[in-house]
């Protein structure tokens, strides 16, 4: 079974740019979370989506925002990009939405602001 | 403020040695504790606890969790150069899937 997917890998953009990234969860999860990770620290959590419906959200600003469609996958948009955004981008999934059930990972995507 | 403090925060050890790292934590709503190897790229779970003084064990891993005192081991015995990563542990809040992660504890083990 094909665990969690993102894309694309990496990504380069200027600051100031819009930025999409993509997560599709495990098959049958139906909870998907992100989270921002910079060098030297642990994820850090922006927002967890159940059945199409914001379930949690963490201190970031309105310039991030995100969705889940009817498939449970999932977009990550981040407008006027900053430097500070530079990081890899996380998505986890799970079968429920309260947090009883382990999240499994996705590769990332390495964002990397100019 | 919720937070997780990991110690130590990095480890160098050679082959055959045991390992313990420490979690602990002040998290509002506390649910469970979670632990993921990290390598390169994806966290990979390792365990869920959920209960205090009972141990989960993994092959070589085992981890428990103590409620009162708010803190999570983990344990390694027999260490090999393949569990070089750095270990998160996350408590995660009631009711959703926001997890605090720690800042990790980076583990190299010698051949």
């Known amino acids: 079974d094909a665990g969690v997917t993102q894309s694309p890998t990496h990504l380069i953009k200027t600051r100031g740019q819009h930025v999409t990234l993509r997560c599709s969860p495990i098959s049958g999860h139906k909870s998907v979370s992100w989270y921002q990770q910079v060098l030297g620290q642990g994820p850090q959590f922006i927002f967890q989506y159940y059945e199409k419906e914001e379930r949690g959200r963490g201190n970031f600003p309105d310039r991030f925002s995100a969705r889940q469609f009817p498939n449970y996958s999932s977009e990550l948009n981040v407008n006027a990009l900053l430097l500070g955004d530079s990081a890899l981008y996380l998505c986890?999934?799970?079968?429920?939405?309260?947090?009883?059930?382990?999240?499994?990972f996705g590769d990332g995507t390495r964002l990397s602001i100019l | 403020e919720d937070k997780v403090v990991q110690s130590p925060l990095s480890l160098v050890v050679h082959e055959g040695d045991t390992v313990t790292l420490n979690c602990s934590y002040e998290?509002?709503?506390?649910?469970?504790l979670l632990w993921y190897k990290q390598e390169k790229k994806a966290p990979t779970f390792l365990f869920m606890l959920t209960s205090s003084g009972i141990e989960k064990k993994s092959g070589r891993l085992s981890s428990i969790l103590d409620k009162k005192e708010l803190f999570s081991i983990l344990n390694i015995t027999a260490t090999q150069t393949g569990d070089s990563a750095v270990y998160l542990c996350a408590p995660a809040y009631s009711g959703t899937y926001k997890y605090i992660f720690g800042t990790g504890t980076r583990l190299k083990v010698l051949a």
């Open positions: 998290v509002t709503n506390f649910r469970s």
């Open positions: 986890a999934s799970s079968l429920g939405g309260q947090g009883n059930q382990p999240q499994h």
